[in-house]
């Protein structure tokens, strides 16, 4: 099955809102989606001292390798 670019746009959108609606309702209420993609500072704002960055994907190491590859940057 080939993932469009749209369709991964998406589920990566339901995740950051998904972990933003957990947070909120887990101690920090001004987590939100970060509005602000010329600087990346993550993709959740709101949570004091901390750089979330959101990876989707069926292989977990996957997304580990590119956090840490874009950390490096």
Aim: glycine share 8%.
């Amino acid at each position: 099955m080939t993932i469009t670019a749209r369709t991964a746009r998406d589920k990566g959108r339901s995740a950051e809102n998904a972990l933003a609606a957990w947070l909120q309702t887990n101690g920090f209420p001004d987590a939100e989606r970060s509005a602000s993609k010329i600087i990346d500072r993550g993709d959740i704002a709101g949570v004091p001292r901390c750089c979330i960055q959101i990876k989707h994907y069926s292989d977990p190491m996957r997304g580990l390798r590119e956090a840490q590859a874009g950390a490096l940057e």
